[in-house]
Structure formats: C-alpha cells, structure tokens
C-alpha cells in the first residue's frame, strides 16, 4: 500500500474525502481539515494519504515532543474492509515515533483539534483503535445548547455594574488583553483559542480582567471560558456565557455546542444545555 506526506494541492481532495468518511460531521468536515491544516506555532503537524487514489486520510501533530496525536482518521466508504486504516495508523506511528514520540494519543490535541476522542458512535473507529491495542484511558464530553429560548442580560448587567463589574466586547485587535488573562489564569492553549476566536466577551473590576467566554473556533462551538478565582459566585460567567450564545444565534445557528465540557452542571442550569455528543480518548505506548 502507497502511503504519502500530503502537499497543499491534495488539500480540496482532503476536504472531498473527509465529507464523505465521516458522516457525523460531513458538513464540517472539509473546514476541519483545513483548520487542522493550521495549528499553533511551534506544533509539529503532517498529514498522510495512503491508497493510489489518496482514499485514506490521517492528520497527525505534536505538542509535548513525548507524545503524539492522531488528530483525525478518515477511510472513503468505497475502499472500507481492505485494512487501509490499519496501514495508515501504523505509518502515523512510525512518524511520530520517528519525531521521538513515545506515546501516541487517538485524542484531541488542543488547542487545534477535530474532537475530544472518538464519537461513542462511529464504532469502526473505536474497534480499529482497539484492535491495535490503544487503551481507552478517559471520555469526554460536549454539551448542546438551545439559542432559541431567552439569552437576554440586561438586568444582569446592571446588578454586575453595581458591584463595580463592567462586560465588554473584544474584536479581535482588543485580544491581546484578555488572551494574556487566559494565559495567566489557565495556559498557552486557551490563549490560543481566544486569539482566534470569532466572539469574545469579558468581564473588568477595579480595571483588571475577571472573567471571558469565547465562541467560534468553528462556528457552532463555544468556549473556552472562564472566571479568576475571586471574582467566582457573581454571577460573571453566565453573562458572558449568554452574551457568547445570543451572538451565535444573531449569525444563524439554532444551537450551540460547548465544548470538551468541565463544568457540566453549571451550563445545564443558566442555559438549559444538555450532553449530547460523548467521545471516547484512546491512547497506546510505542515500542
């Protein structure tokens, strides 16, 4: 079996190829690929076609020069049952372990990734991942949230302003401010994601940032999000939560998905979301 580095002029038949393989998410497939395409400075990345025709697709980075990730797999249903995805996840191997990786993850590796792990339901990918003796080590999980129910604020801000909080808006040549709170408070990775985001809201006391929620690294998603710790248990978070989803709504979406979620109960009270999407993270040492 052929497999190759792929180049910038398979990236349309990459597109073509991953709309028809993952029927999950076909819409957004060919943006996946493209943003996967485009990780964060300093990651190791490439991407592998195996088959004449490029009929089997993995995307492959590194973060931590220890361990690697299949970032995502993709087999066209014509050329299923002939043990491409197999050959394409021993080829990713040997890459990554050729980059000095010592494990390798079938999980996401964020900032930039496709998913958390693989989709409880895409049951070919979990039992090929088992069948070459990936461990399944944890799940996670997205949340679904309604748009069309009531995300208005105003009251809210009034009492948050009363308490000397202020909630802005942040395009995107204000990021800088609100990526370095992000950085601070939690990592380079949710700096990242701030930065290049397509909606941000934060929240200002005594003229430092408490608190920021941020929507569209792709267009349906929202976060990351969060609140410093002092500022938890004023009601912060929920307002910036409810700013983020009414302002995907105004741009069309009738739902949101928030997520690789933490604080599961905490969306499940101030906007009605509910989990929806489950992913299972597999993981195996190279040998």
């Known amino acids: 079996m052929t497999v190759r580095t792929a180049t910038d002029a398979d990236r349309a038949a ?3 190829l991953a709309s028809a393989a993952l029927d999950l998410d076909s819409a957004e497939a060919p943006a996946l690929t493209a943003r996967l395409a485009a990780p964060p400075p300093g990651r190791v990345w490439t991407a592998l076609l195996a088959g004449e025709d490029g009929v089997a697709y993995a995307s492959l980075s590194q973060a931590d020069p220890s361990i690697g990730h299949i970032d ?3 087999v066209h249903p014509r050329a299923r049952g002939r043990g491409l995805g197999k050959e394409l996840v021993r080829a990713a191997e040997d890459w990554l372990r050729g980059n000095g990786a010592a494990q ?3 999980a996401g590796n964020p900032p930039c990734y496709a998913w958390p792990g693989i989709d409880v339901r895409a049951t070919p990918a979990a039992c090929l991942a088992e069948s070459l003796g990936y461990e399944r080590y944890h799940t996670a999980f997205n949340m ?13 801000l009034d009492r948050l302003a009363k308490s000397g909080v202020t909630v802005y808006s942040a395009p995107p040549s204000d990021r800088d401010r609100v990526a370095a709170f992000g950085r601070k408070h939690w990592n380079d990775n949710w700096a990242w994601e701030i930065e290049y985001a ?20 792709r267009p349906e998603w929202f976060g990351p999000m969060g609140t410093a710790e002092e500022a938890r248990g004023l009601g912060v978070g929920g307002v910036l939560l409810r700013r983020c989803l009414a302002e995907q709504r105004d741009r069309g979406h009738a739902t949101a998905q928030i997520s690789w979620v933490g604080p599961m109960r905490f969306y499940a009270r101030t906007v009605g979301a509910r989990v929806e999407r489950v992913f299972w993270l597999y993981r195996r040492d190279l040998r």
């Open 72 to 74: 995502l797999l993709a």
């Open 198 to 217: 397509t909606g941000c809201h934060y929240a200002v006391r005594a003229g430092e940032v408490i608190g920021f929620a941020a929507w569209g690294t």
């Open 144 to 156: 679904t949230a309604d748009l069309t129910g009531d995300l208005g604020v105003s009251d809210d």
């Open 14 to 16: 990459i597109a073509a």
């Open 104 to 106: 390798v993850r079938m």
